[in-house]
């Protein structure tokens, strides 16, 4: 649970900050995951949002959440992150060696042994699911299921009240529970 | 950590979902994260008390006196880059040349399969292991170099006695690696999200199609579906 470790009365120090982004940076990785939308450059985000952190120092006001500045700075980054992506020409992928293709298709099984070839498929489904929702749903939801973090400390991060925290969980998982449930996307037991 | 029990919910669909999320969006360990963001706020310095007043200009007088020292020194001796530090870029061909003249080392060698993969994992987003090769190849172990950008993995291997570099990046990163010399090539692929640039003496790729996505462990699907 990213509760930020208790911070002195005076100014925050280089130290005490990167102890406190250590201790928070799990649940930072999820509200820059959330905003951007994939996983992928999540830590980039929380390095440049050290660094940015570093430089605003002087901003953190002694006495308020720690984690609520972070995540702020933290959901900017992300942001830019975002906007950059959008904006970066794309780039066609041509396999030079057809052989070398990864044999993609997992044979992942349950806890019944059994095998689920459609997990992969269904995982993909749940990403982009995942990815219809916004950013701060996406989040809440993120740091609900993955880090099981309660709602307190995910209205803290986000800065949102607790019971919009709530909502958007369960909103969440409603919508993903109705799209994953949709007879395009129905998966075998 | 104490698991907080679900909203409600008693959906099988739910438990799908959620093992989903957490297979693909678990965050990584703080002890995987700490290092960097470190890094980041305290420049690589080791922990230190507050100092104040005449303590403060002591210390800066030494560090002024050690840096002064420091660049004395460096500005006499050849450079020598560090791999574990972000270095600036360098085309393939002049890593290949450098890793050639200093006799083809890795900095180091995986264990296993699981730790060969969570390199790529780890640095790319996407894991990434070697199926077995015949006994004319060999994997030697992994460098890093600043090629593609600065989070570009090297793979060394031999193949029949000739050096191969395999440069690992994301798609999205990919960028031209540079020109090459007569009687060296550079061969490229994708595998999933990774771009693969092999420099060889050899013609045609001879270690990128033993590249594969290793399947998930069972044990650990199984343990994200009882999740």
Request: hydrophobic share 40%; with cysteine; charged share 25%.
């Amino acid at each position: 649970m990213p509760t930020p470790r208790p911070q002195s009365p005076n100014r925050l120090t280089p130290e005490d900050l990167a102890d406190g982004f250590t201790d928070c940076a799990r649940a930072l990785w999820c509200v820059a995951t959330g905003v951007m939308g994939r996983r992928e450059g999540a830590e980039d985000v929380l390095q440049e949002s050290a660094i940015v952190a570093m430089t605003k120092i002087e901003t953190f006001e002694p006495g308020t959440s720690l984690l609520a500045w972070l995540s702020q700075i933290v959901r900017f980054t992300a942001l830019n992150h975002a906007r950059k992506a959008r904006r970066a020409p794309t780039l066609q992928l041509v396999d030079a060696e057809p052989a070398a293709r990864a044999p993609a298709t997992a044979t992942p099984t349950s806890a019944d042994g059994m095998l689920h070839a459609d997990q992969e498929a269904f995982d993909d489904d749940v990403s982009a699911a995942l990815g219809e929702l916004d950013e701060t749903a996406r989040a809440c939801l993120l740091m609900r299921v993955t880090l099981d973090l309660p709602y307190r400390d995910i209205a803290l991060a986000l800065d949102i009240p607790e019971g919009t925290a709530m909502s958007h969980v369960h909103r969440s998982r409603t919508f993903l529970r109705t799209r994953l449930s949709a007879p395009a996307t129905e998966v075998s037991p | 950590m104490t698991r907080v029990p679900r909203d409600g919910t008693n959906d099988p669909l739910d438990d799908r979902i959620d093992a989903a999320l957490r297979r693909n969006f678990a965050p990584p360990a703080t002890d995987e994260l700490a290092p960097a963001l470190r890094a980041a706020i305290l420049g690589g310095t080791t922990r230190s008390q507050p100092m104040r007043g005449r303590f403060m200009r002591a210390a800066a007088a030494v560090i002024l006196l050690v840096c002064g020292s420091w660049l004395l020194v460096r500005s006499f001796t050849p450079d020598v880059v560090n791999p574990y530090d972000i270095q600036p870029h360098r085309s393939a061909l002049a890593v290949y040349d450098a890793l050639s003249d200093e006799g083809f080392e890795p900095l180091w060698q995986c264990r296993d399969d699981a730790e060969f993969a969570g390199v790529f994992m780890d640095r790319h987003g996407q894991p990434l292991v070697i199926t077995a090769m015949p006994e004319t190849h060999a994997a030697l172990g992994i460098h890093y170099a600043n090629v593609i950008s600065p989070r570009s993995t090297l793979v060394l291997a031999r193949v029949n006695g000739n050096n191969i570099m395999l440069v690992i990046d994301r798609v999205d990163r990919d960028t031209d690696p540079g020109s090459l010399r007569d009687g060296l090539f550079a061969h490229r692929a994708e595998v999933g999200d990774l771009v693969i640039y092999e420099l060889s003496p050899l013609d045609e790729a001879s270690v990128i199609p033993y590249f594969v996505i290793p399947e998930p462990q069972p044990d650990a699907a199984a343990d994200a579906e009882e999740s």
